[in-house]
């Protein structure tokens, strides 16, 4: 480990990148989604010899888990220090339960109290996860690593010029006839989704697992602050100094 001032001299650096590095990952959550959901679209037409079409793919660029990924490592040197800073200057202690399970131990009053400022904005980025379309049925692929969706067809038609004929021809009158057009279906797009969000039941969970920790280190602070106050006074001294008494 290194010096406690070699530690202040890079706190604001890590407590800048940190915040960068979460309003990123917040701004692609909130305005990005489409970032997270790909698709494949297959054509097959009714007869062989009908008009073959390509492919349309649409690839998946990044994942909840991902961004997520990416931002922990600045987050968490940012929390580190700055625990390593309040623990180094500890006088008071407590340990951060939930359910019964230790998570953090003999953390000073002043550092839960910093902790809980950060798990706060924590919350805030997984408040702003994406989740993924109720309207759709998903599956998680465990080889993709995403949700994919089942699969959806639709019909593709085309445009027939077809001939109505008002009346027949006679020895007199030349036939009467009107061209128009009409919808014939050719063939079936198949769309699979594929999805890098997570449901709405992982996101809830994810948020209930931080607001129980928020509340752990809440009441781990108050039970570092439950001690006798130090019988000092140092008023009346340094005021018999400043005034040369």
């Not at 530690?7 to 979460?22: G, I, N, R, T």
């Not at 996860?129 to 049925?137: G, H, L, S, Y």
């Amino acid at each position: 480990m290194g010096k406690l001032h070699e530690l202040l001299a890079v706190e604001s650096d890590l407590k800048a990148k940190a915040q960068h590095a979460l309003a990123q990952v917040k701004g692609l959550f909130t305005t990005g989604q489409g970032k997270f959901v790909g698709q494949v679209r297959k054509y097959q037409p009714f007869n062989d010899d009908g008009e073959r079409l390509p492919d349309e793919i649409t690839v998946l660029a990044t994942s909840v888990d991902n961004e997520l990924e990416t931002v922990k490592a600045a987050v968490s040197q940012w929390l580190d220090a700055s625990l390593q800073k309040e623990v180094t200057n500890q006088g008071t202690s407590a340990d951060v339960i939930v359910n019964g399970v230790k998570i953090l131990t003999e953390l000073p009053a002043t550092a839960l109290l910093n902790l809980e400022g950060k798990l706060a904005e924590i919350r805030q980025l997984y408040q702003s996860i994406p989740t993924n379309d109720p309207a759709e049925r998903w599956n998680k692929d465990a080889q993709l690593g995403h949700y994919v969706s089942e699969v959806r067809e639709t019909r593709r038609t085309k445009k027939v010029q077809k001939v109505l004929i008002k009346y027949e021809a006679t020895k007199e009158h030349p036939a009467q006839t009107e061209a128009y057009a009409e919808d014939i279906p050719v063939g079936t797009w198949s769309t699979t989704i594929h999805s890098g969000q997570v449901s709405p039941t992982e996101k809830n969970t994810r948020l209930e697992r931080l607001d129980a920790l928020i509340m752990a280190v809440k009441k781990a602070r108050q039970r570092a602050n439950d001690i006798e106050i130090k019988d000092v006074h140092a008023g009346e001294i340094l005021f018999k100094y400043i005034n040369g008494v």
